[in-house]
Every structure is written in structure tokens, then in C-alpha cells.
């Protein structure tokens, strides 16, 4: 499986901007789609993930109430809105294949939460916060 991001770029403070992430070449029944950010200095963040079998999700509270994970078949979009100067930085999607339902909406808190290893991470895109 690959993951193939795109939306990112330039935006203001308060600004709105959509990433996409697809998976691609899967085999497997479902997957779990993750969102993370990496800044200099710091860990790489898990920001919002979420189940292809029954779109649940998780978004850390850091974002929480700005950032709105969804997915479609084999996308999931990040929806960021009322963007603040912090949360510029590099995002990355990650994806967990699975052939279990279950698992798959387990893996949102293993991927997001727990930090597990995944089978596949985006090249990373850039997303600048500047008036």
C-alpha cells in the first residue's frame, strides 16, 4: 500500500485548508488512515485517524474542534480550519491495512494514540500558516 497526499500549502491564521490522503495499491478489506504533523524540535504528532470500516476517530486535543477527519472509500481528508501559527509544519499520512473489521477501528488508537507501527507513511507535505 502507498499513501498519496496532497492540499497543502499556504494559509492564513484563521484560514481554511483540506488535506487528502489516498491509499493506494491495498489488498486488504479495510484500513485505518492517520494524520500527523512533525515540527522542528519536537515528536512527530499523531493528529486525527480514522477506521474505513466504521469511520470512527480520533483527534488530539490539540486540534480538536479545528481539524475534522473523514473518509471516502479509499481517501480520508483532513479539514483544517481556523488555522493558528502553530500548526504549521510537515503532515503526514499514515495507513494500517487489515483484513478485520475490528481491528481496523482498534487501529485508530493504536496508530494515533499508541504510536504502532504502520505499514505506510506519505512523503509529507508542507502546510505554511502566514498572513
Known amino acids: 500500500v502507498q499513501a498519496v497526499e496532497s492540499g497543502g500549502g499556504l494559509v492564513q491564521p484563521g484560514g481554511s485548508l483540506r488535506l487528502s490522503c489516498v491509499a493506494t495499491g491495498t489488498t486488504f478489506r479495510y484500513w485505518t488512515i492517520g494524520w500527523f504533523r512533525q515540527v522542528p524540535g519536537k515528536e512527530r504528532e499523531g493528529l486525527s485517524c480514522?477506521?474505513?470500516?466504521?469511520?470512527s476517530s480520533y483527534t488530539a486535543d490539540s486540534v480538536k474542534g479545528r481539524f475534522t477527519i473523514s473518509i471516502d472509500r479509499n481517501t480520508a481528508f483532513l479539514q483544517m480550519d481556523m488555522v493558528k501559527p502553530e500548526d504549521a509544519g510537515i503532515y503526514y499520512c499514515?495507513?494500517?491495512?487489515?483484513?478485520?473489521?475490528?481491528?481496523?477501528?482498534?487501529?485508530?488508537?493504536?496508530?494515533?494514540?499508541?504510536?504502532?507501527?504502520?505499514?505506510?507513511w506519505g512523503q509529507g507535505i508542507q502546510v505554511t500558516v502566514s498572513s
Open positions: 480514522v477506521s474505513s470500516s466504521d469511520g
Open positions: 499514515a495507513i494500517i491495512e487489515t483484513t478485520f473489521q475490528d481491528t481496523a477501528t482498534e487501529n485508530v488508537q493504536n496508530m494515533c494514540v499508541r504510536g504502532r507501527r504502520v505499514d505506510s
